[in-house]
């Protein structure tokens, strides 16, 4: 809100100058400490102004300290918007209405390549620029203060340094036309050593800086992100001469700058200083401008990172609800699960060294599985027939079935012995574990290079073979729970955690950017080892750019556009719904809440399930499985938490789902997601 102006205020001027995040590799890391200690020692007083500072959005509290530390210090007065971390959370990484394939431009083919991927890094990052910068919401801020004590209100950038020659000439300036509103004053870029031993005027001709008399109505347009013409399209709309009359936005994004009623209504001249740094790209406008995107995402990541560490201690559970788990042990449905696990008890245990196959290493500790579309024709070829499983893959060949057994067995066995306090579950557990994870006689080397391979080929296995370990994710809140209880020792629990830090690293090194489901549950496989291994900043990163997924995959009101086009459209489009639901849950325990996401066009989880539940009759393969289809369609509708974007679009559709439900990997649901869901259902 407005500040009433003063019709005669005492001040000639309000000088204030805004002070936020350092975006290395725009700025230096320390820039703009360095730059307050150097303005604070050396700028001199001021005649008729009086020096404030705005602390816009500081993340780095730290760093925020110093700065007002070094303000008070200097009798300097400041104002503070503080940086909001729950209204950045809010937003999200997106890249929807961005035409196809300009995010993946090389911007060192040609300048236009250069241009358009530019523009389309700032694009992704727009909504977060907004909230973790908003230089233009704090040059208002300043503006609204300013206006009520001074006749001039300069709301200008934290690295503006005003020398006592620069000072007069701004002083002149002022008073040279009574009718003039605005002040445009030029930039001239200088280093601080430099600036010490000016005796002449620099040539100032960068984008100029604006004061504004206290009776001028102009704003700044707060929707405008840093780096995306926030400063210019006001210098345009005032009809002030420059280059920035020329300067575009993406082709996408364009915007129309009002006239303001206020043109013409300025006088230019004078001069300021910039101070500059050593990470400034010497006298290179485009790579400067480039540099500002780069550092607005290296911000947002580190303050995703610190989101995702801040809502991830050692032994938190990633998949599972912990106060579930607290609950009623004499639920009938706590008892039919402590009954499952016993059952398990029974059963082998689960070793890679069990397959009567072997992958082309040799080497029976390497998991082998056989892609499960993919058939020797009668000539020896491999041939891909979508959507008809080759019974081979779950033969005794290879590792699939044990793998799934292994989860589902350590899940029940671990939840059960958790909820009843049967140590004989958990010590069981604690086996299966072992087993596979660290004993050097039967344990899986941490590696998918032989996940699904094509039958009669002597190959490496595809990357999408990554849906082979999509149990990962509630199998590391079975290895928690178990080593809580002391079943694993410290010495066990650390080789687990190196196991899936190894695995994760060879994730990482293969490119695994398919368009449809395999994209999604590589986000969950990867984001859930990051999150156990302590790896903040890579699961912060997936979750982050999980969004994006939504451009490729869905169409407008969640149609699943590449699932559709598959020869089981109604089952892959329900295994990306139960892919994307997985992940979303996930992010919500780490503080990236994907459930309150939507892309343009109403793209939502929620969105996509609605479109299955209402469509189902007409996709080819629901007649042949209808009733099970029900029910995959109702576990996704119920899954789906009720404050989730157009969650409201699923109550015709919703119903209570009661019984325990094991899971069935296949069909993209997890081991007791029920307890995951939010515990028993109220008897």
């Known amino acids: 809100m407005s500040r009433s102006i003063s019709p005669s205020p005492a001040l000639d001027f309000a000088l204030y100058r805004i002070l936020g995040n350092s975006l290395p590799p725009r700025h230096g890391a320390t820039e703009m400490l360095e730059h307050l200690r150097f303005t604070l020692d050396h700028e001199p007083e001021l005649r008729g102004c009086r020096k404030y500072w705005v602390l816009n959005r500081i993340a780095d509290k730290e760093v925020e300290f110093q700065c007002t530390t070094w303000i008070r210090k200097a009798g300097h007065e400041y104002l503070r918007l503080p940086f909001d971390m729950e209204a950045y959370a809010s937003c999200f990484n997106d890249l929807s209405d961005l035409p196809e394939g300009v995010e993946r431009i090389d911007p060192s083919h040609s300048g236009f390549a250069f241009d358009m991927s530019s523009f389309a890094l700032e694009w992704k990052y727009r909504y977060k620029n907004l909230q973790a910068l908003g230089l233009n ?27 006592a020659e620069a000072w007069e000439r701004i002083y002149q300036l002022a008073e040279r036309d009574p009718a003039a509103l605005h002040l445009i004053v030029p930039l001239a870029r200088i280093a601080p050593d430099d600036l010490l031993h000016q005796r002449c005027t620099p040539l100032a001709q960068d984008e100029p800086q604006i004061g504004f008399r206290n009776d001028s109505r102009t704003l700044f347009d707060e929707r405008l992100r840093y780096g995306n013409r926030n400063k210019a399209a006001l210098l345009c709309s005032l009809g002030v001469p420059g280059p920035w009359h020329s300067w575009s936005s993406a082709p996408w994004d364009e915007q129309q ?13 004078a001069w300021v200083a910039r101070l500059t740094s050593k990470a400034d790209v010497a006298d290179n406008v485009r790579q400067r401008w480039r540099a500002r995107f780069e550092g607005v995402e290296r911000l947002c990541r580190r303050l995703d990172e610190r989101l995702v560490a801040a809502r991830n201690p050692p032994g938190r559970l990633l998949c599972y609800d912990e106060e579930a788990l607290q609950r009623d042990c004499e639920h009938p449905l706590a008892i039919e699960l402590v009954q499952r696990a016993r059952a398990a008890l029974g059963r082998p245990v689960p070793s890679v060294r069990n397959k009567t196959g072997c992958a082309v290493s040799g080497d029976p500790a390497d998991y082998f599985s056989l892609a499960p579309y993919c058939y020797v024709g009668s000539t020896g070829e491999v041939e891909y027939r979508d959507g008809q499983r080759n019974p ?23 939840l059960a012995g958790t909820i009843s306090g049967d140590r004989m579950l958990l010590d069981h557990a604690a086996r299966l574990i072992r087993t596979w994870f660290i004993d050097p006689q039967t344990r899986m080397n941490p590696n998918m290079r032989f996940a699904q391979v094509a039958p009669g080929a002597e190959q490496a296995g595809k990357n999408w073979g990554i849906v082979d370990f999509r149990g990962f994710w509630p199998l590391l809140d079975a290895i928690t729970l178990t080593a809580r209880t002391g079943a694993l020792n410290a010495a066990e629990q650390l080789a687990v955690k190196n196991w899936f830090a190894l695995f994760l690293d060879d994730v990482t090194s293969r490119q695994i950017d398919a ?78 809440d994907l459930w309150s996401y939507s892309g343009s066009q109403h793209r939502s989880i929620a969105m996509l399930v609605r479109f299955l539940a209402m469509n189902k009759q007409l996709l080819s393969d629901y007649a042949a499985d209808a009733e099970r289809f029900d029910q995959r ?43 995951f869901n939010g515990g028993w259902p109220t008897r």
């Open 392 to 414: 081979a893959t779950a033969g005794p060949a290879n590792d699939r079935a044990a793998l799934d057994q292994l989860v589902v067995d350590t899940c029940t066995t671990a």
């Open 633 to 675: 369609i109702l576990r996704a509708c119920t899954m789906i938490p009720t404050d989730a974007i157009h969650a409201q679009t699923l109550t015709e559709f919703r119903r209570e789902c009661a019984a325990l439900d094991i899971g069935d990997m296949s069909e993209g649901t997890m081991p007791l997601q029920r307890i």
């Open 257 to 269: 700058a009002p006239l303001s009623p206020e043109r013409g209504r300025f006088v230019q001249g």
């Open 137 to 163: 919401a704090a040059r208002n801020a300043a503006l609204n203060a300013g206006r009520a004590i001074a006749r001039w209100t300069l709301p200008w950038d934290g690295g503006c340094f005003i020398t």
């Open 515 to 592: 368009p449809n489901n395999i994209a999604v549950w590589h986000d969950l496989v990867v984001a859930a080892l990051a999150a156990f291994v302590g790896r903040h900043a890579r699961a912060a990163q997936v979750l982050s750019d999980l969004p994006l997924r939504f451009t490729s995959q869905l169409g407008a009101f969640g149609v699943p556009v590449q699932e559709l086009k598959r020869t089981r459209p109604l089952h892959y489009g329900l295994f990306l719904a139960h892919g994307l639901i997985n992940v979303a849950s996930l992010g919500r325990r780490l503080g990236i």
